[in-house]
Nanobody
Framework: VQLQASGGGLVQPGGSLTVSCAAS????????MGWFRQAPGKAHEFVAG????????YYSDSVKGRFTMSRDNAKNLVHLQMSSLKPEDTAVYYC???????????????WGQGTLVTVSS
């Protein structure tokens, strides 16, 4: 499975942004998807996950209530809608895929290249 993340950019604090991940080359509907991020000088961090059917989502405490993850299995896409963004959300965001179930560790089989989100005034 190849993953291509897109949609990053510069947004002001309190603003909103949606990043997306397009999958190709595999049976997308069989994969759970995750979003991770890495800020400069910080560890890789689980942000959100969605199971293969799209009926269960998981969020880190730092983004719960502000971020929403969704998927479109017909279009092989996942989205991460981010709102009420804070400067501490600034990071490179990566999408990742693994069979069936979400885990919060880095135990994913496939990774996208990352898209930079910068939250700054």
């Amino acid at each position: 499975v190849q993953l291509q993340a897109s949609g990053g950019g510069l947004v002001q604090p309190g603003g909103s942004l949606t990043v997306s991940c397009a999958a190709s080359g595999g049976s997308f509907r069989l994969y759970a998807m995750g979003w991770f991020r890495q800020a400069p000088g910080k560890a890789h961090e689980f942000v959100a996950g969605i199971n293969s059917r799209g009926d269960s989502t998981y969020y880190s405490d730092s983004v719960k209530g502000r971020f929403t993850m969704s998927r479109d299995n017909a279009k092989n896409l996942v989205h991460l809608q981010m709102s009420s963004l804070k400067p501490e959300d600034t990071a490179v965001y990566y999408c990742a895929a693994r069979p069936l179930v979400v885990v919060t560790s880095d135990d994913y089989n496939f990774w996208g290249q990352g898209t930079l989100v910068t939250v700054s005034s």
